[in-house]
């Protein structure tokens, strides 16, 4: 028995990888999570429009966090700030009376504690929520749900495609055959992104027929983000096989990128209810832009301007992720540099200039 | 298709791993229409070379000369091969990535087939051919295209003997059609079919030359005895023992032997590190 445990222990030593993670990541993700994991909402964004605007904004609860105040703007442009989420909860004033009280359906948390606030107190108006009207878990969490799957197709899937090559050895075989680095890799993800536009357009039916997940806004501003957001996942899929000698370690690194993106995006946890360092983290996720993009096009309808933001930074991390990834790829492709840039067909020959710095 | 090149390979070639020195100072040629076998044991650094002369390894110093990737032919120490898919599909992929057209594809692979005897076999998962069949498949797919430069990495090593023989008959067979090929391979008597042959020991030339140009070069005597001999570097030949006299004579009990390529490799590499005798 002792030699089976020493013989394991030694193994285990020498996977630092697997060591690592066994004994610092349970005590990171405590400390991120630790903070992350609250369903309570403090503060709640608000506008306040209408003529009594200023006087209504002054008595609100201390909750209602006002962003902005404009009594020159009504009802519809109180509806568009929380369809933009520009806010959670739009007062609406008039010239006497109850001013109305909208609340985005959308943003579940903060929707459920000012609901539950104003309900219990007389003299308040009652609120009306809009975009999910009934406040339904179901329409809140399948629209990012779909992103999680699209990370496990994109990212697990992917890095264990690219791996199989390297561990089988084929790999190496590419290297040598009159391809681009970019044609393999192109050739490579193609089968993974067709299969993964499938999954998307199978699992949005699925939500809508089955879970009644509203889907107001535009198909074609869904399908952009999604696409956008695939070849984040795509990417990430990528860098780490370029960082994985074999299956097993391909797939631990995709659950340590899985997991924060799955309790910081704001899937689970609300954004703001996070600490402001580890909501910071959760800017970083790509989910965390797909969860807001998802939820303002399905649930909310937001119109292309309204997403601006998430399409934006998923652009900018599908630059910088695919980047990486093409760069490390084409080095573990072609570290003699050669054949991967230059047409296959022109080089007749290729007399290497002896280089100073060693092979890999 | 035309071969346009009859002199590949490497000069001065040094290979480094970070601080490891893997190759150091080779200098090798590959000519058309020949074998050229890349012989040594474990670590000698056979493997580092064919990955120079292919491109996937970045030379530490000097110069390789070697064809267009679409005229080079490439066999790793791995499978070489796409176990999930059929050998029919691993045969059309690399026809396609060498860019043959689909009638250039279909006579290929027909030929091909008959040729490594896969062809009752092309429906099968390339994963659940046998050691040697897989080795053909490899060998068939690198010549798909019928490349200038054909380089095997050890297609033999693990191969049943016929297998092996099959495997040489299909690679002379290239040789023959024109293309310089360069196998590296642990078996000497592989080996002394090649027309040229490099003996690396430890990164470095050890031997150098034509079969008969290395048996030539090997100073001393050979003998060969029941007994192992005092005094002198021996070996074990199968049941007997075999020895090398640096000053030509023949110790008591032991005759002397035709010099074959495996006894010009001991005796190379006992010249070179006297304390490596069996």
Redesign the interface.
Known sequence: MWAMAMKEFRQMRRDRRTLAMMILLPVVLLIVFGYAASFDVDRVRTVVVGPRAEQVAAALPGRLDVVRVAPGEGRQAAVEALRDADAAVAVVTGDAGQPQVLVDGADLFSARAVVTELRGRPGLPTPEVLFNPGLETSAIMVPGLMGVVLVFVGTIATALGVVRERQ???L??L?????RARDVLAGKLLPYLGVAVVDLAVIVAVGVLLFDVPFNGSPLVFALGAVEFLFVTVGIGVLISTVSETQGQAIQLAIMTMLPQILLSGLIFPLQAMAPAVRWIGYLLPLTWFVQLARGVMVRGAPLEAVLLPLGMLAVLGAVVFGLSIARFRRDL??????RDAD????????????????? | MSR??DGWGCRGLG????ATV?LEDVTFEARAGAVAAVVGGDGAGKTSLL??L?????????????????R?G?V????????DLTVDENLSF?GR???LTADELDRRVGWLLERTGLAQARDRLAGRLSGGMRQKLALAMAVAHEPDLLILDEPTTGVDPVSRAELWRLLASSAADGAAVVVATTYLDEAERAATVLLLDRGRTLLAGTPDEVLAATPGLVVEGAARPEGIPSWRRGARWRAWSPDGSAPPGTSPVTLDLEDAAIVAQLREDPGRAA
């Not at chain 2, 290979?15 to 970070?18: C, K, L, M, P, T």
């Open positions: 089988s050895g084929t190496e075989q290297a040598v055959m009159p391809f072609a570290p003699a540099g050669r054949h296959p067909d022109a080089a007749d020959q290729a007399e290497e200039a002896p280089s100073r710095a060693g092979a890999r | 346009s090149h290979v480094r791993y970070g893997a990955r120079a292919a491109g996937t390894v970045r030379p530490a110093a000097g110069t390789v000369r070697r064809p267009a990737a679409r080079l490439y790793s120490a791995g499978p070489g091969v796409w176990t690399a990535a060498y860019g």
